[in-house]
């Protein structure tokens, strides 16, 4: 078989198991291309040493995971890489593609558990407050409170807020029903001055060219809504309105923010998962970090053997 007959073939491949994991796994359009990119560098790689996806062993990969240390990828990058290798594997072993998984058994890098950045209550006061006057006209500046308050008062993500269809808006609902990573649906409260947002944005947008139907947030491209880029641009033009540092805000960022101030607040840590749509209660307790200095100061103000020496 020649070089251009069997990258072809691996790309077949490669296009079968996105496929399967789209219909059968249900994995959302960013995990699909997650899977894409990675396993398009892998295939990369492994072509330009003559080697394929039906011969390569445990410990081909490895060597892969070396090349890509050593191009200087971060851990979790390598770790993500890992993982779409071995999701790619185990669907071929299972489809008969291969005889074995020769990545079943290899260890990922180490990935420490870094604390997520978030914003100070004042600091995302100051930010809703800028995305009050940010803007070329009223529309605009009822658009764009309406995307701040709505990313903070849920912790949406940006693909799930952007994506909102306006029904879901309607009659000024309590709560909003939220379509999340595998098509998995949650509910949550919304805050009075969200519903508040929201209503003022739904007047005007419904005067204008998009009527009653579509996204809450229409845009021009093949979607039909604003765009996750586009969003974080603006997050980034409203940060520096408020006089922070564009640089440290993002709609995940605002993501952190909502889920820290509950927790801070006292709310329970399984809300917060169910939220933010966390399928694992651990990875929502990484924000249990906020609470490290409230208890550190209540051990020290009451513990009886605390203050002795």
């Known amino acids: 078989m020649t070089r251009a007959a069997a990258e072809s073939a691996m790309a077949g491949r490669i296009a079968a198991f996105l496929e399967a994991q789209a219909a059968e796994a249900g994995a ?3 995990t699909l291309l997650g899977y894409g990119r990675d396993l398009k ?10 080697g394929n996806l039906a011969s390569i062993d445990r410990t081909g990969i490895e060597d892969y995971l070396t090349t890509c240390a050593d191009r200087g990828l971060s851990p979790a990058t390598r770790a993500r890489r890992l993982s779409s290798i071995r999701q790619f594997f185990r669907f071929a072993h299972a489809e008969g593609w291969r005889a074995d998984d020769p990545a079943q058994r290899i260890t990922g890098p180490a990935r420490g558990k870094a604390l997520p950045k978030t914003l100070s209550l ?16 009223e529309a605009e500046r009822l658009r764009n409170t309406c995307l701040v308050e709505l990313l903070y008062a849920t912790g949406m993500r940006v693909s799930e807020l952007v994506g909102l269809p306006v029904a879901a808006a309607r009659g000024d609902p309590r709560m909003i029903l939220i379509r999340g990573k595998g098509g998995r649906e949650r509910l949550v409260p919304l805050s009075d001055p969200a519903r508040a947002a929201l209503a003022g944005w739904l007047s005007t947008r419904d005067a204008g060219p998009d009527g009653r139907r579509g996204h809450l947030f229409p845009g021009r491209g093949a979607d039909g809504h604003m765009t996750r880029v586009r969003f974080y641009l603006l997050i980034r033009e409203i940060a520096a309105a408020a006089g ?3 640089a440290r805000v993002t709609p995940h960022v605002l993501r952190h923010a909502f889920a820290t101030h509950l927790l801070a607040g006292g709310a329970d840590l399984r809300a917060i998962q169910t939220m933010l749509g966390h399928a694992d209660l651990s990875t929502t307790e990484i924000y249990t970090h906020v609470l490290e200095e409230r208890l550190r100061r ?10 002795g020496g």
Do not use: Q, T, Y
């Not at 560098?41 to 003559?50: E, Y």
């Not at 209540?298 to 605390?306: C, G, I, S």
């Open 41 to 50: 560098d892998f295939v990369g790689w492994l072509a330009r040493r003559g």
């Open 298 to 307: 209540l051990v020290h103000d009451h513990h009886p053997l605390a203050k």
């Open 28 to 30: 959302a359009r960013n």
């Open 244 to 246: 922070l540092d564009p």
């Open 122 to 137: 004042e600091e995302v006061e100051a930010l809703l407050d800028a995305a009050r006057r940010h803007g070329r006209n």
